[in-house]
């Protein structure tokens, strides 16, 4: 089988072309990191514009790259959801007029789902069903149980903002300089990595609380909102609102910060996991501030603190496939033609708000 995924959830317009043998044919991923700068973030409008402007020459890039033309391919698989409904419409209407036009099949996929699954199509022993997967990305904090292909339960959820966006607001509270090629993410990783400087090496700021202690009322819950640092860096740095704080300040807020969010991730998951019913085969972390280097350390820890009778591996997919990409679309595409989906309606609605524990309930009986 060759699949063409065409992913637009958000700000990034993606196309790729995957093999049912996981192959990796193509991975054309095109940024709006410029356009984001200039806005301060995410701008539906400019985003869904900018989709409009790129999509066609993604695809066409994505075929020529992989040396395929649309002959060769057996099947379109494109994100349905959740995400902004305009950007969504993009990619799904570009699919959906190819899937008709060449009489291929179409089938709309779930983006969180094809983060959860990414690591079958990069691990060479890749977990067995049931493993949990932690999406830790700009939209989302869930943990999840991958119970079977098209079945999941959110085991934890954030009851406020999402990690990789509170990242973001820190990085950008923090005037780090911002990296056109990668994101805030990496920027904030490498500060919050970087050795303290005076006088922090000597007295360290005390560290952030962890939100939502381990009490039972908020058990199964996540919460970052509490951990932004603005009134720390006020006091630091009174002069914030018109110039960057030194260095030190910046390194070392990015340092206690990040480690407060994610012992509050490691410290949840921890007690998510010892009242589990059944065993899981592994846990699998996915999403942009999945490729964090410091949370995969503060993650394999706290695995082996949980002692379990048979010890839980960690999965991550290669760095590049963690943030938003068309190839994790496409393989979820492959993953649903061998289960025996032969193709889906073309006026599905889109899903801008969709729960990964209502996979594909309005998919008619007769498209399997
Ligand atoms: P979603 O997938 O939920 O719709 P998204 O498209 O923003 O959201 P991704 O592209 O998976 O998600 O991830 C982007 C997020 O990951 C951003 O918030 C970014 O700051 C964060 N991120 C990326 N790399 C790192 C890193 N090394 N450390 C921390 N955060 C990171
Ligand atoms: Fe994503």
Not at 126 to 149: D, N
Not at 236 to 253: N, T, Y
Request: hydrophobic letters at 45%; proline letters at 7%; charged letters at 20%.
């Amino acid at each position: 089988l060759v699949v063409l995924g065409i992913e637009s959830s958000a700000d990034d317009a993606c196309a790729a072309v995957v093999t049912s043998d996981r192959r990796i044919l193509s991975n054309v991923v095109r940024k709006q990191h410029h356009i984001n700068a200039q806005f301060g973030g995410i701008q539906p409008r400019e985003a869904h514009e900018a989709h409009i402007r790129t999509m066609p020459g993604v695809i066409a890039e994505s075929l020529d790259s992989a040396g395929l033309r649309i002959a060769d391919i057996d099947a379109i698989a494109y994100t349905r959801g959740p995400g902004m409904y305009g950007c969504l419409s993009v990619g799904a209407n570009s699919a959906r007029a190819i899937a008709a036009a060449t009489h291929t099949p179409a089938l709309g996929v779930h983006h969180m789902q094809a983060h959860a699954l990414t690591v079958l199509l990069t691990d060479d022993a890749p977990p067995a069903f049931p493993f949990l997967t932690l999406l830790v990305s700009g939209g989302h904090s869930i943990l999840v149980l991958a119970e079977r292909l098209d079945s999941y339960k959110i085991l934890l959820d954030t009851l406020d903002s999402a990690v990789g966006r509170t990242i973001d607001n820190v990085a950008r509270l923090l005037r780090l300089p911002h990296s056109t090629a990668a994101g805030l993410g990496p920027v904030l990783e490498q500060y919050a990595a970087a050795a303290p400087l005076p006088p922090f090496d000597a007295a360290p700021l005390p560290r952030a609380p962890l939100p939502l202690s381990t009490d039972r009322a908020h058990e199964a819950a996540l919460s970052f909102a509490g951990l932004y640092p603005d009134l720390q860096v006020r006091r630091l740095h009174p002069g914030i609102d018109d110039s960057a704080p030194p260095e030190a300040v910046q390194r070392e807020v990015a340092r206690v910060f990040q480690n407060a969010a994610f012992d509050h991730l490691a410290a949840k998951i921890a007690l998510v996991m010892r009242n589990l019913d059944t065993p899981v085969n592994g846990l699998v972390v996915s999403g942009g501030v999945g490729s964090n280097l410091a949370l995969r350390d503060r993650l394999r820890a706290m695995l082996d603190e949980v002692a379990t009778e048979t010890p839980v591996p960690l999965f991550y997919p290669p760095v590049a496939l963690c943030t938003d990409n068309a190839a994790m679309i496409a393989w979820v595409g492959v993953l649903r033609l061998q289960a025996g989906l032969k193709g889906e309606p073309l006026d599905l609605e889109l899903r801008k708000k969709w729960s990964l524990e209502d996979l594909y309930d309005d998919v008619p009986a007769s498209c399997y």
